[in-house]
């Protein structure tokens, strides 16, 4: 009987542990993942032989995130990435991207997604190091690493030729010339993010607003010192989704027209946008009609009348509206 059970338990853990992982793996997050392997022989191999598993590494908010990185890419099961999320991570810098390239290392030959957010150790050094094992890089976010220079975006466009997704956001010292690098390069670029890049001019944006044509989404949040001719030129952007223009003390409603063209803008930040009245929300809902969120937070000049072009045009589709402070308005909603 007892050896009957044993073999019984044996068949289980051959038949059934590795279709129920196969199952559950999925679903679950990376980290539990990893936690399964020292479950059982049986477990360990399952997940091991699901290879959709590894092309994702998860160090996010994670300690010692330069020396795991190491361990992981030192693994085959992580041959094939996809993904690398380091955002938040702790104890990285160039010392490890360095490493790597010691090792010879060829796991990221096939990733697609890079995430760096506020790894503020990195510098321009280690970006031309990791961007050199990435070749077929397509999403690159490198938020709030303030020491990152024109070097690093020069670094980038020379290595990754595939971008799509640059989050720059944060970068203070990026200035036109990183902007002018992006232009001639990646022409294809469907999202941009510059947010609080604060030595940009209407300059660098001009040269991304004329060869980007492709873009999707453009967030602009906290620069107020591009003027309203450039904004203009964001309506030649017929493919924009996502546009966040908040702090944008020059745009007029003039440029505010002209965005209209942008026919499938679902989202709009326009909060503290002050030069903007009536008559610029009402173009932007004549011709956005597919909006799905517009914030006209702290816009003083704005009154009643453009929540009853909204009503008109965009109640189909409108979920957010953000009205406070628009002392203008009368109607509650």
């Not at 073999?7 to 853990?13: I, L, N, Q, V």
């Not at 499938?264 to 326009?270: I, P, S, V």
């Amino acid at each position: 009987m007892a050896a009957a059970e044993v073999a019984g338990d044996e068949a289980w853990c051959r038949e059934t542990v590795p279709r129920v992982m196969e199952l559950v793996s999925p679903r679950l997050p990376q980290r539990d993942a990893c936690a399964l392997l020292a479950v059982s022989p049986w477990c360990h191999r399952a997940l091991v032989a699901n290879p959709k598993l590894w092309e994702v590494l998860d160090l996010h908010e994670m300690n010692k995130a330069g020396d795991r990185l190491i361990s992981a890419l030192s693994l085959p099961r992580y041959c094939h990435l996809k993904i690398i999320n380091l955002e938040f991570a702790q104890d990285i810098d160039d010392r490890h991207f360095v490493r790597l390239k010691e090792m010879g290392c060829t796991s990221l030959q096939e990733l697609e997604l890079l995430n760096l957010n506020t790894c503020q150790k990195v510098s321009d050094k280690g970006i031309e190091t990791i961007t050199s094992l990435c070749p077929n890089l397509r999403a690159l976010s490198i938020y709030w690493i303030v020491g990152l220079t024109d070097l690093t975006i020069r670094h980038i466009v020379q290595n990754c030729k595939h971008i799509v997704d640059l989050n720059l956001s944060g970068c203070k010292n990026i200035s036109d010339k990183g902007m002018q690098l992006v232009a001639d390069n990646y022409e294809g670029l469907k999202k941009l993010n510059i947010t609080r890049c604060i030595k940009l001019t209407d300059d660098g944006l001009q040269e991304v607003l004329q060869k980007c044509s492709s873009l999707e989404s453009l967030n602009l949040y906290a620069l107020s010192s591009f003027s309203d001719n450039v904004y203009k030129k964001i309506g030649s952007l017929t493919n924009l989704t996502f546009l966040d223009l908040c702090g944008a003390q020059n745009l007029t409603d003039d440029g505010l027209s002209c965005i209209s063209r942008c026919v499938c803008l679902t989202y709009l930040n326009l909060s503290w946008c002050v030069r903007v009245t009536d008559v610029g929300v009402v173009a932007i809902v004549q011709g956005c009609q597919s909006l799905q969120l517009l914030s006209l937070f702290g816009i003083v000049g704005v009154t009643d009348i453009c929540l009853e072009a909204l009503s008109k045009q965009c109640s189909h589709s409108l979920a957010t509206l953000d009205v406070n402070g628009c002392i203008g308005i009368k109607v509650r909603i």
